[in-house]
């Protein structure tokens, strides 16, 4: 059969990484793809050619329009990133007839319903792998390894930056602020770290998972996002005393109410697999009614670890082009018309656990005050920690761990203890899952 033709959108450090691994590689794709597959034409602005062995074969335009109105072209790899132009690059490619594979988890949690509903109607196949997860395929294994099971629940790290910090600041008692300016440095957080230590970048990826898991679809505006930058080096100390880690979680929940979609900071047992993956290293748990709980482990970002995941999608288009486009896996997992429309529950109706640190003035009646507010709301304390004030101080810190309560019973809660006269400063709010197998 003749060689599939790839029109490559970009040629940074993953489209560099998906040039080169498709060349390297090239005898050994085809032997999983059953015919070749070739890059053709690409669009770059600005590319160094040292890293690209063999680039000199290939066409190389600064439109990325012209690579996609190529008529030799069968598959586009969009691999620029954001919102725009990718996404017209993405519809035009589809509106052309051409199947696409993307890493913009971005673009796909925005805009996915428009751009699967696009290539539904013009019998195209739309891959994104690589966009959650970087080179882990949690994708396909929820998709179709786990086909056979309801999904329980799945719960991820799954921005390798937040959790690079986190870790510092637990194994070297380092503030976020001086870590941060370190993973910057590094290059693993951007000038402008927002999107990494705020959750968005997560949040995107846990809309796509949740839509594939539960069957829903993509609704990246329903989903609850808080940062890491108000958690401190005593906060990790802390939660390490009383055997938690905290890890910046995206999870999701069926529930008979609805879907919670969720990404904060997140208190974690620290005998769980997952509260073990440190670094720049990604994780997703995910528990089926019938396999019970999978940990799916691994880069989640990088040149290469994230191009193996483009080019097994650029393998899984091609061994499917002649398939009819009714018998394809379906992009969420579930039949277009399956799709349900279960709510996503609002974040005052999740019910969670929770880490609560309270800076007190050192007087008697301060923790009954607490604790009465706390049992006014039915909140129930798992555990209390009171550390004695370092000598000449008035305010001593307070740690308080609850059982499970309803955000909203515990946002009242919390209004209440900082209105008390003794209560200095606010109170900090971690939430606690405990990712029973059960």
């Known amino acids: 059969m003749k060689p599939v033709k790839v029109g490559l959108l970009g040629l940074g450090t993953v489209g560099g990484g998906t040039f080169n691994v498709l060349r390297r590689n090239a005898?050994?794709?085809?032997?999983?793809?059953?015919?070749?597959?070739?890059?053709?034409?690409?669009?770059?602005?600005?590319?160094?050619?040292?890293?690209?062995?063999?680039?000199?074969?290939?066409?190389?335009?600064?439109?990325?329009?012209?690579?996609?109105?190529?008529?030799?072209?069968?598959?586009?790899?969009?691999?620029?990133?954001?919102?725009?132009?990718?996404?017209?690059?993405?519809?035009?490619?589809?509106?052309?007839?051409?199947?696409?594979?993307?890493?913009?988890?971005?673009?796909?949690a925005l805009h996915g319903n428009e751009i699967f509903?696009?290539?539904?109607?013009?019998?195209?196949?739309?891959?994104?792998?690589?966009?959650?997860?970087?080179?882990?395929?949690?994708?396909?294994?929820?998709?179709?390894?786990?086909?056979?099971?309801?999904?329980?629940?799945?719960?991820?790290?799954?921005?390798?930056?937040?959790?690079?910090?986190?870790?510092?600041?637990?194994?070297?008692?380092?503030?976020?602020?001086d870590v941060l300016a370190e993973a910057q440095a590094l290059g693993y957080a951007e000038a402008d770290p927002t999107f990494d230590v705020e959750g968005i970048d997560a949040a995107h990826k846990l809309t796509i998972l949740a839509s594939i898991a539960f069957g829903v679809p993509l609704q990246f505006d329903r989903t609850y996002t808080e940062g890491i930058s108000n958690i401190t080096r005593d906060?990790?100390?802390?939660?390490?005393?009383?055997?938690?880690?905290?890890?910046?979680?995206?999870?999701?929940?069926?529930?008979?109410?609805?879907?919670?979609?969720?990404?904060?900071?997140?208190?974690?047992?620290?005998?769980?697999?997952?509260?073990?993956?440190?670094?720049?290293?990604?994780?997703?748990?995910?528990?089926?009614?019938?396999?019970?709980?999978?940990?799916?482990?691994?880069?989640?970002?990088?040149?290469?670890?994230?191009?193996?995941?483009?080019?097994?999608?650029?393998?899984?288009?091609?061994?499917?082009?002649?398939?009819?486009?009714?018998n394809r896996v379906p992009h969420l997992a579930f039949q277009p018309d399956a799709l349900s429309d279960t709510p996503i529950l609002p974040m005052e109706a999740v019910e969670t656990a929770y880490y609560l640190r309270l800076c007190a003035q050192d007087k008697p009646g301060v923790l009954s005050d607490v604790t009465r507010i706390l049992a006014q709301r039915e909140i129930s304390i798992e555990a209390i920690l009171q550390k004695e004030p370092v000598e000449g101080a008035t305010r001593v810190p307070v740690i308080i761990l609850t059982h499970r309560v309803t955000e909203g019973a515990m946002n009242e809660a919390i209004a209440a203890i900082e209105a008390l006269e003794h209560i200095e400063d606010k109170v900090t709010r971690i939430r606690l899952e405990h990712l029973d197998a059960s």
Request: net charge negative.
């Open 27 to 108: 005898a050994e794709i085809a032997r999983r793809a059953g015919r070749g597959i070739e890059i053709v034409h690409a669009a770059a602005r600005e590319y160094d050619p040292a890293r690209l062995p063999g680039i000199e074969g290939i066409q190389v335009s600064d439109d990325a329009f012209k690579v996609v109105d190529d008529p030799e072209i069968d598959i586009i790899v969009e691999l620029i990133g954001g919102y725009s132009p990718a996404k017209e690059l993405v519809l035009r490619a589809i509106g052309n007839g051409k199947h696409v594979v993307t890493a913009n988890k971005a673009l796909i």
């Open 117 to 177: 509903q696009a290539a539904q109607d013009k019998g195209v196949m739309v891959a994104f792998e690589a966009a959650v997860g970087g080179g882990i395929p949690i994708i396909k294994a929820v998709r179709e390894g786990l086909a056979a099971n309801q999904i329980e629940w799945l719960a991820g790290i799954i921005n390798g930056t937040g959790n690079f910090i986190l870790t510092e600041m637990r194994d070297k008692g380092r503030e976020f602020a």
């Open 235 to 326: 906060d990790v100390a802390y939660a390490g005393e009383l055997g938690y880690r905290i890890k910046h979680l995206g999870f999701s929940r069926r529930t008979p109410d609805g879907i919670e979609l969720r990404v904060h900071p997140t208190l974690i047992p620290e005998r769980r697999l997952i509260a073990n993956v440190d670094g720049v290293m990604n994780a997703v748990l995910v528990k089926g009614d019938a396999v019970g709980p999978t940990l799916y482990y691994g880069a989640g970002a990088g040149a290469e670890p994230t191009a193996s995941a483009v080019v097994a999608d650029i393998v899984d288009v091609t061994r499917v082009l002649t398939a009819d486009p009714e």
